[in-house]
């Protein structure tokens, strides 16, 4: 796997987009400290930093609105500089994949293009399969 990279979960509104990435960071935390640069874990989007195996992890939970999900990207490489993988949304068209792929381009990432289960009498149990399946894949 490259130095730097971005896992990126493509999906349509209430997909569980969100809800996965919550499961990751969940995971990634267990254990592990982490800093909220916005929201919380327990509700909401939210971005994270934690670290894990000498690897600084970023999670950005929003993904839905280009122009906003833009300023969260800004906020982060205002904040952090030395980022080695950065887990992330969007949705399957539109502003959103744009700005994903500016970003990695104008920062050298990666960008790996994913997406979640979708199931609604599962999707909490898929969430977090697919969860689990980002950390042992990526972490």
Known sequence: MPNKTMVILQNKANSGKTSTLRELANILTHKNTYTALEGNLSKGDFIIKTSYKSKTIIIISMGDIDTLLEKKYKK??????NIDIIFGACRTKGGTIAVVKEQAKDKGFDVIWTSTYKNKAYQANLNKKRA?????GFC
């Open 76 to 81: 982060v490489w205002d904040e952090y500089s």
């Open 132 to 136: 689990n399946e980002l950390f042992n």
